[in-house]
């Protein structure tokens, strides 16, 4: 598995009355954007939370890098031990704590020493451009503001993997159209592994190094957008 | 209270009757059937409403569209309100009528046979059970939910609110405001506050200091069952729901009379059995059902995605639960704590059972003074049982209404 940051084989993932990922083998290359297509239904948020750890697989396995993380109905490193940030849909801000509070509960789930955290927080804040709000309420921020808290969030715990569910459907076209391109910026500055899902082909096509498209819980297509020159 | 009113005796016979005892206990449930009301009406889009009232009149809507939509919720109140009455043992005991409950105290605290006791018991348990299964069924998990509602509210309660509002204040008045003025009155007949105390200061701090560790005590256990509930999936938790109902419903007596055979033998088990960790028990055995509910309808507003936020950021269960979950849920922790002390404070059925020897709380002391004290002394300590169980409410109500007004 090395040279792989992270890999689904052979997955299958079942709910009550349908398959919601059906024998799905994906590989993610270290520094990689991916990015898994497809509409409303077809599994790619499933296989999503299947490689967070929030669900476990009916059959295959998950690896990131050489170990093994997920096999047959068995979650073998738990989602706080893989060292991922995940920006979720409806963004889960925990209401109760301020932007600051919302990424030093990170940092204390990850026991980073309190006199690091102030400088954590405060670089993370700059990478996503809303520095100065760290002693704001999510309720007092707006959309897009919303969206950089949570995407700070997901990096400050500084993850080897990036996840990210939907994370411009609730935007209007022109802020999504702003975030997309903060969200290449940030992912080829810190060159970190990212997955996103999505059922937007424009949003793909800037994000993504390959596309994966995705059907009734299965991979249909895969589409290496990068110029010819940078491929593998 | 009505005697009392018309400055005679003429119909204290009528007070001690089957009548009285109704009357008393459609005003003690009173509460919770307008409160799943209330909860049913919220429910309701305003949209509903108004599609209906642009082609009829308000009272057409009213019976063909709004109460259809909060029928089951209310058939479900009703329901519970009558197996809690036929499980009721403390008001028909106070005014002298005899009733289910009272043959299961007699056979047990009288004849001393558990045996009858538990046979009686059973039909009080079947009879639980098919109810709440009803119950259930007809609302789901709505069993579980909160006043907050629809972000519409219902627009017929504007046509109707002055009526509405002068009903309300009635029934409050009746239920609530002319028993305290009745006590107060006959409380001003006692001798002196010192006579009063005499005799039931020890039962007064008792009722205060268990009340305070039982509610404590339930809602520390209801907390984790509540959170369990929320996040169960359906059909299991409707399951437990009608578990939680039967539980709630279970009447008092049988409650004192299981723990009883279950604590009261040799060995280390015993060793509980004849102190006032026996009270704390019962407080559980009654009180955790509705707490985990109260809890549960809470903690169904945090969203399952932050605490699988707080997963992947590096946060285990525990650390997850105490900085996540349970902070937004404190208003729902804090209305379950004041129901359970408001609850173990006036127990009774359980209570007269399973106190030790020599120990009494609040309202054994009431019960057993009544027939030989004067009525002022035995209203001064109704009254002070009032007011202990009013603070808490009060303070409770204001802050559910500063969480309103946000």
């Given at each position: 598995?090395?040279?792989?940051?992270?890999?689904?084989?052979?997955?299958?993932?079942?709910?009550?009355?349908?398959?919601?990922?059906?024998?799905?083998?994906?590989?993610?290359?270290?520094?990689?954007?991916?990015?898994?297509?497809?509409?409303?239904?077809?599994?790619?948020?499933?296989?999503?939370?299947?490689?967070?750890?929030?669900?476990?697989?009916?059959?295959?396995?998950?690896?990131?890098?050489?170990?093994?993380?997920?096999?047959?109905?068995?979650?073998?490193?738990?989602?706080?031990?893989?060292?991922?940030?995940?920006?979720?849909?409806?963004?889960?801000?925990?209401?109760?704590?301020?932007?600051?509070?919302?990424?030093?509960?990170?940092?204390?789930?990850?026991?980073?020493?309190?006199?690091?955290?102030?400088?954590?927080?405060?670089?993370?804040?700059?990478?996503?451009?809303?520095?100065?709000?760290?002693?704001?309420?999510?309720?007092?921020?707006?959309?897009?503001?919303?969206?950089?808290?949570?995407?700070?969030?997901?990096?400050?715990?500084?993850?080897?993997?990036?996840?990210?569910?939907?994370?411009?459907?609730?935007?209007?076209?022109?802020?999504?159209?702003?975030?997309?391109?903060?969200?290449?910026?940030?992912?080829?500055?810190?060159?970190?592994?990212?997955?996103?899902?999505?059922?937007?082909?424009?949003?793909?096509?800037?994000?993504?190094?390959?596309?994966?498209?995705?059907r009734a819980g299965q991979i249909v297509r895969a589409n290496d957008t990068r110029?010819?020159?940078?491929?593998? | 209270?009505?005697?009392?009113?018309?400055?005679?005796?003429?119909?204290?016979?009528?007070?001690?009757?089957?009548?009285?005892?109704?009357?008393?206990?459609?005003?003690?449930?009173?509460?919770?059937?307008?409160?799943?009301?209330?909860?049913?009406?919220?429910?309701?889009?305003?949209?509903?409403?108004?599609?209906?009232?642009?082609?009829?009149?308000?009272?057409?809507?009213?019976?063909?569209?709004?109460?259809?939509?909060?029928?089951?919720?209310?058939?479900?109140?009703?329901?519970?309100?009558?197996?809690?009455?036929?499980?009721?043992?403390?008001?028909?005991?106070?005014?002298?009528?005899?009733?289910?409950?009272?043959?299961?105290?007699?056979?047990?605290?009288?004849?001393?046979?558990?045996?009858?006791?538990?046979?009686?018991?059973?039909?009080?348990?079947?009879?639980?059970?098919?109810?709440?299964?009803?119950?259930?069924?007809?609302?789901?998990?709505?069993?579980?939910?909160?006043?907050?509602?629809?972000?519409?509210?219902?627009?017929?309660?504007?046509?109707?609110?002055?009526?509405?509002?002068?009903?309300?204040?009635?029934?409050?008045?009746?239920?609530?405001?002319?028993?305290?003025?009745?006590?107060?009155?006959?409380?001003?007949?006692?001798?002196?506050?010192?006579?009063?105390?005499?005799?039931?200061?020890?039962?007064?701090?008792?009722?205060?200091?268990?009340?305070?560790?039982?509610?404590?005590?339930?809602?520390?256990?209801?907390?984790?069952?509540?959170?369990?509930?929320?996040?169960?999936?359906?059909?299991?938790?409707?399951?437990?729901?009608?578990?939680?109902?039967?539980?709630?419903?279970?009447?008092?007596?049988?409650?004192?009379?299981?723990?009883?055979?279950?604590?009261?033998?040799?060995?280390?088990?015993?060793?509980?059995?004849?102190?006032?960790?026996?009270?704390?028990?019962?407080?559980?055995?009654?009180?955790?059902?509705?707490?985990?509910?109260?809890?549960?309808?809470?903690?169904?507003?945090?969203?399952?995605?932050?605490?699988?936020?707080?997963?992947?950021?590096?946060?285990?269960?525990?650390?997850?639960?105490?900085?996540?979950?349970?902070?937004?849920?404190?208003?729902?922790?804090?209305?379950?704590?004041?129901?359970?002390?408001?609850?173990?404070?006036?127990?009774l059925g359980v209570s007269i059972l399973v106190a030790p020897p020599g120990e009494a709380t609040l309202p054994i002391r009431i019960?057993?003074?009544?027939?030989?004290?004067?009525?002022?002394?035995?209203?001064?300590?109704?009254?002070?049982?009032?007011?202990?169980?009013?603070?808490?409410?009060?303070?409770?109500?204001?802050?559910?209404?500063?969480?309103?007004?946000?």
């Open positions: 598995m090395s040279g792989v940051a992270v890999s689904a084989r052979n997955v299958t993932k079942r709910f009550a009355t349908h398959r919601a990922v059906d024998n799905v083998t994906l590989d993610v290359a270290p520094s990689e954007s991916v990015v898994i297509l497809g509409p409303s239904g077809c599994g790619k948020t499933t296989l999503l939370r299947l490689i967070a750890g929030l669900e476990v697989p009916d059959t295959g396995e998950i690896w990131m890098g050489d170990v093994q993380v997920a096999g047959v109905n068995r979650s073998l490193v738990p989602p706080h031990r893989r060292q991922l940030g995940f920006v979720f849909q409806d963004l889960a801000l925990w209401p109760h704590l301020t932007v600051g509070g919302n990424l030093q509960f990170v940092l204390d789930s990850l026991r980073v020493p309190r006199a690091e955290q102030s400088e954590r927080i405060d670089e993370v804040l700059r990478l996503v451009r809303i520095e100065g709000f760290a002693r704001r309420y999510p309720h007092e921020l707006s959309g897009g503001e919303q969206q950089r808290v949570a995407l700070a969030r997901a990096l400050v715990g500084r993850p080897r993997l990036l996840l990210l569910d939907e994370p411009l459907s609730s935007l209007d076209a022109e802020l999504g159209s702003a975030m997309r391109g903060e969200l290449v910026r940030l992912q080829r500055a810190l060159a970190l592994t990212t997955v996103y899902v999505t059922h937007d082909r424009e949003d793909a096509a800037v994000l993504a190094d390959r596309v994966i498209e995705m110029p010819t020159e940078e491929r593998a | 209270m009505i005697a009392t009113l018309a400055g005679h005796d003429l119909l204290s016979d009528w007070a001690y009757s089957l009548p009285a005892a109704i009357l008393v206990l459609s005003l003690v449930f009173y509460p919770l059937s307008m409160l799943a009301t209330e909860v049913a009406m919220r429910r309701i889009d305003g949209r509903l409403e108004e599609a209906a009232l642009i082609i009829a009149p308000p009272e057409f809507v009213l019976r063909r569209v709004t109460l259809p939509l909060a029928a089951p919720a209310i058939l479900a109140a009703a329901l519970i309100v009558f197996v809690l009455s036929v499980s009721e043992f403390g008001v028909p005991a106070l005014l002298r009528v005899r009733v289910y409950t009272t043959e299961v105290f007699t056979a047990f605290a009288a004849l001393y046979d558990f045996s009858r006791a538990m046979l009686l018991a059973l039909p009080l348990l079947v009879l639980s059970f098919v109810v709440a299964g009803v119950a259930v069924a007809l609302v789901g998990d709505r069993l579980v939910s909160t006043r907050r509602g629809s972000a519409t509210r219902p627009v017929l309660l504007e046509h109707w609110r002055r009526s509405a509002e002068a009903a309300a204040i009635a029934v409050a008045a009746m239920a609530l405001a002319v028993p305290v003025v009745v006590l107060i009155r006959e409380a001003l007949g006692a001798a002196s506050v010192r006579a009063v105390l005499e005799g039931s200061g020890r039962a007064i701090a008792n009722s205060l200091g268990l009340a305070t560790i039982g509610a404590t005590a339930v809602v520390s256990v209801a907390a984790w069952l509540g959170y369990a509930r929320a996040r169960t999936r359906r059909r299991i938790g409707q399951l437990a729901d009608v578990l939680f109902v039967v539980a709630f419903a279970v009447p008092s007596t049988i409650v004192g009379v299981g723990l009883i055979g279950l604590w009261n033998r040799p060995g280390l088990v015993g060793v509980v059995y004849g102190t006032d960790l026996m009270f704390i028990l019962g407080y559980l055995a009654r009180f955790l059902p509705v707490a985990a509910l109260t809890i549960a309808a809470a903690t169904r507003y945090v969203p399952v995605s932050q605490e699988e936020a707080a997963a992947v950021s590096g946060a285990g269960w525990l650390r997850t639960m105490m900085r996540i979950v349970l902070p937004q849920v404190r208003l729902g922790l804090l209305t379950a704590w004041v129901i359970a002390f408001v609850l173990a404070f006036g127990e019960y057993t003074i009544i027939a030989n004290t004067p009525p002022s002394h035995v209203a001064a300590l109704s009254l002070l049982q009032t007011s202990v169980i009013l603070a808490p409410l009060v303070i409770l109500a204001g802050a559910l209404a500063v969480r309103e007004s946000r």
